[in-house]
């Protein structure tokens, strides 16, 4: 049998550094071994909620054309949306998730289904928690350290820990963009990248 393998990251720092993309390679090739081999690899930078995903196209095509299966480390590498998972389906390219080899059309709706319900259960977590930070009085927005005295430094640092808890539920959803941060907390790149910065300073910086 031969393999068309697909990988997906979230970020460009995962693309570049390899983080994610590695573990995902070796799942894919401890899977593969004695089954078949890899003849195509085909890696994508995307959020998990965008459906134009070019790597993928062009994943499904040399597997159409070969004959192949296309191949993925985990079902949620695909996307956490059941009317993508669907359509993929209906695309007649047999493919297989290592984590899930033995699934069937309607096990791979399922967990695309329980999948999707995760993600809009994360922001709907994040909406109640950052309503809650404004009541208690959290300003959202984050200035730069150089434009603002010690004192509305610290405060900066007080906001920034207040949302700590949401930033990490975030990330360990994979949601690990700046854009994908800012989409969730409702502030523009600049302010999380300002947010993950206080946020990696030592305590008492």
């Known amino acids: 049998m031969e393999y068309v393998a697909y990988y997906r990251v979230s970020t460009q720092r995962q693309g570049a550094s390899g983080l994610g993309l590695e573990a995902q390679r070796a799942t894919v090739e401890t899977f593969t ?9 085909f890696t994508e930078v995307e959020s998990g909620r965008l459906a134009a995903r070019p790597q993928l196209e062009a994943a499904l095509l040399a597997a159409k054309r070969s004959k192949a299966t296309l ?3 985990k079902l949620d590498r695909l996307a956490r949306n059941v009317a993508f998972i669907a359509a993929l389906l209906e695309n007649h390219v047999p493919f297989v998730a290592c984590d899930l080899p033995e699934a069937n059309k309607f ?4 967990m695309a289904a329980v999948a999707q ?12 928690a950052l309503d ?13 350290d150089a434009s603002v005295p010690h004192l509305n430094r610290r405060r900066a640092r007080q906001r920034a820990e207040a949302l700590r808890p949401i930033v ?7 949601v690990t963009s700046l854009r994908g941060l800012g989409r969730e907390l ?3 790149p600049r302010s999380v990248s300002n947010l993950l910065r206080r946020l990696a300073e030592p305590a008492g910086a």
């Open 132 to 144: 809650a930070a404004k009541r208690r009085g959290v300003r959202l927005g984050f200035a730069r």
């Open 107 to 110: 096990v791979l709706h399922v």
């Open 186 to 188: 409702g502030l523009c």
């Open 71 to 73: 191949v993925i480390a």
């Open 33 to 41: 071994a004695g089954r078949g081999a890899i003849i195509a690899e």
């Open 117 to 128: 319900h995760e993600a809009q259960a994360i922001s709907e977590r994040t909406k109640l």
């Open 168 to 174: 990490e539920e975030l990330r360990a959803r994979g």
